[in-house]
């Protein structure tokens, strides 16, 4: 399903440049963690929580204390809410029949500041934060033995997989039974790794193995289309698959896996 998203498109400069290559390809990177050290910087404003209702999806998060918090709809308008004073705000997103994505910003004072990539939010709920060369970030707690969550690649087969696990653990990817990359599990519970070898498009089987036992998914990829305005989200057995624009101009693909596929 194509969407026109003229506010989006409008935020989608704001994104991390610096994420693509020359080409308008992901650089695919592993993830580091954001610090308040840098002089002037201010942590973006990010969701924790996301409860499915009648009446829609709550959103919460944290920002700045006393930041106004944007939620930009695909269909160009906005929720906004205020951040207490330690920084916790809620916003309804309203119910949906198919994924959407939204952006989210927060402004302090005359500073705006651009959470990175978009929310994706799914009709039953789930949110997973899409990130321009990087792996996607799933709403979901820490699971006892590891979970694939999520998978994200280009035109070039470089892809990274994304989910949770124990705490402080580590984990080894096998792509076709054959060893494709690891990573320790951050203190949130989660992973997210760029695979040491491209993927072909045809189907894969993606095992991840680590304390608590091991979570293998069957994937069939194949070339990222091009949405044809922001994002095209498209609804597959057993997972949803997002094709979006990067900063640069390329697109890459994400795929969420449902719940039943991603613990079985």
């Known amino acids: ?147 694939i969550l999520a998978l994200d690649f280009d035109r070039d087969g470089a892809a990274m997989v994304s989910g949770v696990g124990t705490i402080s653990a580590e984990v080894g990817l096998r792509l076709d039974r054959t060893a494709a990359g690891g990573s320790m599990i951050d203190r949130q519970g989660r992973f997210s790794f760029a695979l040491s070898r491209p993927m072909s498009q045809a189907a894969h089987d993606l095992e991840i193995s680590g304390e608590g036992g091991e979570d293998t998914v069957t994937v069939t990829t194949s070339q990222p289309t091009d949405p044809g305005d922001l994002y095209r989200a498209s609804r597959l057995a057993g997972a949803w698959r997002i094709d979006w624009r990067t900063p640069g101009g390329g697109v890459q693909s994400t795929l969420l896996f449902d719940p039943v596929t991603a613990a079985r």
């Open 1 to 147: 399903m194509s969407v026109r998203l003229s506010v989006l498109a409008a935020l989608l400069p704001l994104l991390t440049v610096a994420a693509c290559d020359d080409g308008g390809r992901p650089a695919w990177k592993a993830e580091t963690a954001k610090t308040d050290v840098v002089a002037g910087y201010v942590k973006p404003p990010s969701v924790l929580a996301a409860r499915s209702g009648r009446g829609g999806t709550a959103l919460a998060g944290l920002a700045t204390p006393g930041a106004r918090v944007l939620l930009v709809a695909p269909d160009g308008g906005q929720t906004e809410a205020r951040a207490d004073d330690k920084g916790a705000w809620m916003i309804m997103a309203p119910p949906t029949a198919t994924l959407r994505l939204y952006g989210l910003a927060m402004t302090v004072g005359e500073r705006s500041v651009q959470a990175e990539g978009f929310l994706a939010l799914t009709p039953d709920g789930r949110l997973a934060q899409l990130r321009p060369g990087a792996g996607a970030l799933v709403l979901s707690p820490a699971s006892r033995r590891p979970r």
